[in-house]
């Protein structure tokens, strides 16, 4: 059974860090990209990061470039994603998300399997 289960700190101040981790279980982990994603309320799911982790490719949406950092831990399947100087509105439910290719990418309707989400809510 495929399972990402996120972890994490959900509540920071602006200007502040948080770290979430997304372990994967379920399949070849070698063989998959993670990206993570964020819904506000009342907004579409967006892509923030990816990483493929059959090359370590990453990318970042514009809105976190500079401010985010993905990682993947390949022997503990496990992808970190770094978020520091947060602002108010990267507050989110944050996803993660697995698709079987060795290139990543932003677009969540490519995605095969989700977490159920953590809640991230920076405060002024």
């Known amino acids: 059974e495929v399972q990402l289960v996120e972890s994490g700190r959900g509540l920071v101040q602006a200007g502040g860090s948080l770290r979430l981790s997304c372990a994967a279980s379920?399949?070849?982990?070698?063989?998959?990209?993670i990206g993570w994603f964020r819904q506000a309320p009342g907004k579409e799911r967006e892509g923030v990061s990816c990483?493929?982790?059959?090359?370590?490719?990453?990318y970042y949406a514009d809105s976190v470039k500079g401010r985010f950092t993905i990682s993947s831990d390949n022997a503990k399947n496990t992808v970190v994603l770094q978020m520091n100087k947060l602002k108010l509105e990267d507050t989110a439910v944050y996803y993660c998300a697995a698709v079987s290719d060795t290139v990543c990418t932003l677009a969540k309707y490519e995605y095969d399997y989700w977490g159920q989400g953590i809640q991230v809510t920076v405060s002024s």
């Open positions: 379920g399949f070849t982990f070698d063989d998959y990209a």
């Open positions: 990483i493929s982790n059959s090359n370590g490719f990453t």
